[in-house]
């Protein structure tokens, strides 16, 4: 038998829970933008606001939250006419696909995850299902569009792997190769930057210090000012990026700047070698600013007109339901359930 063809699609979205930081744009949104303008995949990108609820979230705050996370795509490059731009809730066929995705994962796979594990913690009983069984949901996100290509950061590769074994269940039980295995887009410059203040730890819009990040609302003074009070170690820069493999803050602040250069880490040492604090941070404040500064102002002009942006997102959903409906309609005769 002839394996199917499935078109080369891209999904991947950002939760709503938060501000975005440099780590979003970096390891995320400028990854994105690099997909949709090489013209290789159909692109689907979206805001996870069914994620976002897993845990409790202010509702006001989760309506402009999922704004903002629009207005930072399209800010940072995303193209709605190009891509498809929309959030998840706008897309019923996500939850749908879910439930029969609930059916076919195992309880033993879900008790695995280690974000189920992280966020849990001691207090599982008092967590939501709904935090349990995201996982489910997350590959209804990507399979409901049969999506090829995942571009996904290290902390979420477990979560793909669980895409796939659940498409591998679904195809043997129903005796079809009807889901594709999805394959995940991983790295890239700067594909996981830490915090200004530890930097054996990621870099998080949820952590309570806001000087262990760059937020993609930051001023330039603001910039500048964490950048400066960044966390170091006394020693200037090596001659190579391999000695930096155990100074986790200054290899930290080199991958930042490799990253808003476009740059391997490695050619930026061969530009910054031997220099000191005072002279590098300045340097990767001002890079910084000169790349920021035009997404956070696009951001802030796209915030100030909500309701377009709420009519390019519902254009984006009615897009995708183009390609999930169908999905939907042959995986539940699939399964024998009637769908006129």
């Not at 309880?107 to 009983?125: C, F, I, Y």
């Not at 996100?141 to 049969?146: E, K, N, Q, V």
């Not at 930097?199 to 819009?205: E, N, V």
Request: include cysteine; charged fraction near 25%.
């Amino acid at each position: 038998m002839a394996e199917p063809q499935f078109t080369p699609r891209v999904l991947s979205g950002i939760q709503p829970s938060g501000g975005l930081t440099l780590g979003n744009y970096l390891g995320a949104l400028t990854r994105f933008v690099d997909i949709q303008d090489a013209g290789t995949h159909e692109c689907l990108y979206c805001v996870v606001d069914l994620h976002a609820i897993t845990v409790w979230q202010d509702p006001a705050d989760l309506t402009a939250q999922t704004r903002e996370i629009a207005a930072a795509f399209m800010a940072a490059g995303i193209d709605p006419t190009r891509s498809i731009l929309f959030n998840q809730s706008q897309v019923p066929e996500h939850a749908q696909l879910a439930w029969l995705f609930n059916c076919v994962a195992r309880m033993g796979w879900m008790r695995r995850m280690t974000q189920w594990k992280d966020k849990a913690g001691k207090n599982s009983e008092e967590a939501s299902l709904g935090l349990f069984a995201y996982p489910a949901l997350m590959a209804a996100d990507i399979l409901i569009y049969h999506a090829t290509h995942v571009p996904v950061g290290e902390d979420q590769r477990q979560h793909l792997e669980l895409t796939r074994d659940i498409a591998t269940k679904f195809n043997h039980d129903f005796g079809r190769e009807f889901f594709p295995i999805t394959e995940p887009v991983i790295g890239g410059p700067a594909a996981r930057v830490m915090s200004l203040r530890d930097g054996t730890k990621k870099m998080s819009k949820s952590d309570p210090s806001d000087m262990s990040r760059i937020n993609l609302s930051d001023d330039a003074d603001t910039i500048a000012q964490k950048f400066r009070k960044a966390r170091t170690d006394p020693d200037p820069l090596p001659q190579t990026y391999d000695a930096l493999k155990d100074r986790p803050e200054a290899r930290n602040l080199v991958d930042i700047l490799a990253g808003l250069q476009g740059k391997s880490p490695e050619a930026v040492m061969g530009e910054v070698a031997g220099q000191g604090w005072g002279q590098f941070k300045p340097y990767l404040a001002e890079v910084a600013v000169e790349t920021m500064g035009p997404i956070t102002a696009e951001m802030n002009r796209l915030m100030a007109d909500p309701g377009e942006i709420d009519r390019i997102l519902g254009d984006g959903a009615a897009r995708a339901r183009e390609i999930a409906a169908p999905i939907l309609k042959d995986a539940y005769e699939l399964v024998g359930l009637i769908r006129s």
